[in-house]
């Protein structure tokens, strides 16, 4: 039995993978004991417990509330909402500026080709962190003083201390106002799709129309009556600088623009090779049936592409969301910035940059996750 079991290759292999195992976790378990010691021999406390206390540090601006007396959790928290939401609007807007980019690539018109070509290779060889500071060199020293604000469309100031527009403002009864626009919008969709409209004689384009205006009238109609529920707060000048409305500060507007302008030159360059790899026998399969290109290449190509499309782009996304880091450089603060600030307060290093590091994996993890879904939900499968 013994000979048997020293001669089997499945018994090897398993005591070769628990004497790996054992050593790495010995190996984590040295670091860990050796670095606890050295930051003890320097007074250099550890652990979890500087999360509870007052931060007491202002964060310039931030998607979630905050203030200096919340807690360094807190501020982590505000950290990672402002890296989630430049990450999710660097993604969609360089999504969208990908596929206009590939598109004119695909064009066969010389002009739009030779810029989108160009717009590549510019965007593509410089590094990132030297467009984002040439962006916000320009946020900050093109622009004119508050006083002097350019004013492209009524109620939107440009200025060196950022974009100021109109907000929303929302007074009691607002949401109720927007659950009950939203529920009528879908009884419009619904009513639009039902056979009996679609049976009348009625051109779709006209049925789309009169759907949309009979809900705008209703919506109207309902603010009127529910006086006023929502309404327009419209920035102002005041003394040295504008109050009210929203406001877009030059160190987002410089990284969100660097990131969008960065990473559609690479999402371009992904949907253009996917398209390409589909056969030029399913253009003239579609001009055949006598589709217009504009149909042949919504409805027949890019639904294709999406399959040789899903995984570099993924990714790209990957990516996006690493690059965010750099946005430290112009001082906008994600949570690198945040991260480093702690640091700086508390001495407290290694949690910190722990924390960090186990954030990010988490949202590139579950960034992997959704688009190994949708990928495998577009994947031909074989019967």
Known sequence: ???TLWYSDRLRSLVAQVALLGGLVGLLFWLGNNTASNLAERGIRTGLDFLSRPAR????ESVIRYDPSDSFLWAFAVGIGNTLWLSFLTIVLATLGGLLLALA????????????????????NIPLIVQLLFFYGIATSVFPAPRDALNPVPGVFLSLRGVYAPALEIAPGGGLFLVLCGLSLVGVALALRSRHLRGRHMPRALR??????????FCVALWAAMERPIGLDLPELTGLNFRGGTYLSPEFAAVLIGLVLYTSAFTGEIIRGGI???ARGQWEAGRALGLSERHIMFRIILPQALRVIVPPMTSQYLSTVKNTTLAVAVGYPE??????????????????????LAVFLTISLSVSALMNLYNARIALVER
């Open 1 to 3: 039995m013994l000979r």
């Open 105 to 124: 690539r695909l064009s066969g018109h010389p002009l739009l080709t030779r810029l989108g070509r160009s717009y590549v290779t510019l965007f593509r």
């Open 335 to 356: 949570l690198g910035l945040i991260v480093n600030t702690v640091t700086n307060q508390t001495g407290q290093a290694l949690e910190s940059i722990l924390i960090m």
């Open 57 to 60: 540090f202002p964060i310039s």
């Open 208 to 217: 789309l129309v009169l759907g949309v205006a009979g809900w705008a009238g």
């Open 276 to 278: 390409e790899a589909i």
